[in-house]
T-cell receptor
Framework: DQQVKQNSPSLSVQEGRISILNCDYTNSMFDYFLWYKKYPAEGPTFLISISSIKDKNEDGRFTVFLNKSAKHLSLHIVPSQPGDSAVYFCAASLQGAQKLVFGQGTRLTINP | DTEVTQTPKHLVMGMTNKKSLKCEQHMGHRAMYWYKQKAKKPPELMFVYSYEKLSINESVPSRFSPECPNSSLLNLHLHALQPEDSALYLC??????????FGPGTRLTVL
């Protein structure tokens, strides 16, 4: 039972345009959501997070949107840059559970 | 110091060897984690230490043995591994269970 799903294994975007990565979850008890970026052979790097009491969080070029009724979150990157090419994982946590549940990841490629 | 360090970066071992992976953080985080990651898959949680005590073991085989000598260090002792245990092993730490900070990982190959 996959509680966090990233249905697009890959996404290709032109440099300078907006990248939108999507994530769906099934457990309505999740109360915190995160996005990580991962380059090959490196550990994931924390990007941005959002609490379930908010619907938007912004940090520079990165914005995360949370739609609790749809159990959906998205990461917007604008403008997209070549260095953004990586695998992006969304993750969710449950208060007190002491662990993250990861999605399968989306490989983002930014084309010059 | 805002990073998690892991040694070694790469490790090749035979199925009869005993080796250890090491992880260190100096952010004062109270929780430390071991994950295993296979290619094109998300990180898979193995163990969680909370205040130096093992709080979660995700049914990991006993050939993997974690140890937390102090609040900054986390080890993973390996013995009699199988080729299918080859993977990237990631250590992470966090203060509040949410934002976990990952190390660069150890690429393990079991021959």
């Amino acid at each position: 039972d996959q509680q966090v799903k990233q249905n697009s294994p890959s996404l290709s975007v032109q440099e300078g345009r907006i990248s939108i990565l999507n994530c769906d979850y099934t457990n309505s008890m999740f109360d915190y959501f995160l996005w990580y970026k991962k380059y090959p052979a490196e550990g994931p790097t924390f990007l941005i997070s959002i609490s379930s009491i908010k619907d938007k969080n912004e940090d520079g070029r990165f914005t995360v949107f949370l739609n609790k009724s749809a159990k959906h979150l998205s990461l917007h990157i604008v403008p997209s840059q070549p260095g953004d090419s990586a695998v992006y994982f969304c993750a969710a946590s449950l208060q007190g559970a002491q662990k993250l549940v990861f999605g399968q990841g989306t490989r983002l490629t930014i084309n010059p | 110091d805002t990073e998690v360090t892991q040694t070694p970066k790469h490790l090749v071992m035979g199925m009869t060897n005993k080796k250890s992976l090491k992880c260190e953080q100096h952010m004062g985080h109270r929780a430390m984690y071991w994950y295993k990651q296979k290619a094109k898959k998300p990180p898979e949680l193995m163990f969680v230490y909370s205040y130096e005590k093992l709080s979660i073991n995700e049914s990991v085989p006993s050939r993997f043995s974690p140890e937390c000598p102090n609040s900054s260090l986390l080890n993973l002792h390996l013995h009699a591994l199988q080729p299918e245990d080859s993977a990237l092993y990631l250590c992470a730490s966090s203060q509040d269970w949410n934002e976990q900070f990952f190390g660069p990982g150890t690429r393990l190959t079991v021959l």
